[in-house]
């Protein structure tokens, strides 16, 4: 079982930055993939980025792309993501979530555990 515990949520101006932790502990898969979502109310939820365990490949949704930037950190079992220049549509509860298979996806249904989640809330 993998336990995937989200932080670094809060309110921030428009323009402003945040960076969000994901900390694994339990049984984590060292070759899997891991990924942010989000999902702001009344809508579904949505890719963020992905990023191959050993880092050699990171995928970024159009609306972000440019302004986040998924990391990790093995040593330590994190992930992060480094939001700069933060919008009002940015505002929604974000999700870590760590796949269970080989490959890379950013389709949420082919993730297998996930975190509680973080609220970013960006004022104008």
């Known amino acids: 079982q993998v336990q995937l515990v989200e932080s670094g949520g809060g309110l921030v101006q428009a323009d402003g930055s945040l960076r969000l932790s994901c900390a694994a502990s339990g049984r984590t898969f060292d070759s899997y993939a891991m990924g942010w979502f989000r999902q702001a109310p009344g809508e579904k939820r949505e890719f963020v980025a992905a990023?191959?365990?050993?880092?050699?490949?990171?995928y970024y949704s159009n609306s972000v792309k440019g302004r986040f930037t998924i990391s990790r950190d093995r040593a330590k079992n994190t992930l992060y993501l480094q939001m700069n220049s933060l919008k009002p549509e940015d505002t929604a509860v974000y999700y870590c979530?760590?796949?269970?298979?080989?490959?890379?996806?950013?389709?949420?249904?082919?993730?297998?555990?996930w975190g509680q989640g973080t609220q970013v809330t960006v004022s104008s």
């Open positions: 990023i191959t365990w050993f880092g050699s490949s990171t």
């Open positions: 979530a760590q796949q269970a298979t080989i490959g890379i996806s950013t389709t949420a249904r082919n993730y297998d555990y």
